[in-house]
């Protein structure tokens, strides 16, 4: 978990390095560009793949231990039609709905347990799948290709993703999908009302995350846009920078900053906002309303609701 800082390090290090070349050494210029760029890339697979290790919905928290096994906390699986993941082994990723769970295993195939109303858990025939997300009614997951397959309710488009290509990462809300793309522009389907789904203008990106009824999208100078309702703040991201990774609740955005630091804005009633004093965190996650942040020694800490539970998360070591 400790390569986390040693990426940063790397590639603020360089950044330095390209704003105090001199421009008549194009030959220094270029490699330390090539360093930036690549210390950025390592970085953010690598951030990409720790928040991968965790996951939530509003009413459960749930990780991936080493052993690839589940560990959950809020509203218990046992007494729930979900119960069958807590035997799932061999996972790199988790996605929670409403009331259904998807596991990607190691080997690129889903397997999915509970409410099946729509056929959202039909994936047994998925394979070659990078990455997965739910929405309350629909999973959708992307392939090693670029291509994305979905499943589910599809009442407002929010499947229609046949056609999408270059499909570097996904994210999914109650009813919107968002695709990032390979050349830094991202594509959205589904339910626009408040107009999450606007971001055929964005460039530049390099993650998205998808709240309730809000959309935000990471620029590559880590600074942040957003679109959709920002009627409790959530959207009020334009004096972020340093930002490395974000996550979306309900009504609110939590951002991961280059030196493990974390900010937060939108809806606050529950403290799910209350993360000015992490550190040493390496990947975050939010929904609902609540908070996720896993820290550089696998400790995991939460802050929001946790009427069922939710964020009982002090004793979890996802190393």
Sequence with gaps: MKKYMALALAAVMSFSLVTGCNSSDETSKTESITSEQQAAKDRAEFIKKAGKRISAEADYSVGILSSGKLITAGRTFKDSNMADALNWTDL?????????????????????????????????????????????????????????????????????????????????????????????????????????????KWNNITAVATGGYHTVGLKRDGTVVATGSNENGA??????????????????TVGLKSDGTVVAVGLNTDGRCDVSEWKDIIAIYAKGAHTLGLKSDGTVVATGTSINGQCEVSDWVID
């Design 92 to 200: 790199t990723q988790v996605a929670l709905g409403d009331f259904h769970i998807v596991g990607l295993k190691s080997d690129g195939t889903v397997v999915a347990v509970g409410d099946n109303t729509d056929g959202k858990c039909s994936v047994s025939e998925w394979s070659d799948i990078t990455a997965v997300d739910a929405g309350y009614t629909y999973t959708v997951g992307l392939k090693s290709d670029g291509t994305v397959v979905a499943v589910g309710d599809n009442s407002v488009k929010q499947c229609d993703i046949s056609d999408w290509s270059d499909i570097e990462s996904i994210s999914v809300n109650s009813l919107c999908t968002v695709g990032l793309k390979s050349d830094g522009t991202v594509v959205a389907t589904g339910s626009s009302g408040e107009g999450q789904c606007d971001v055929s």
């Design 235 to 252: 959207c009020d991201i334009e004096a972020w920078n340093g930002i490395v990774a974000l996550a979306a609740g309900a009504a609110h």
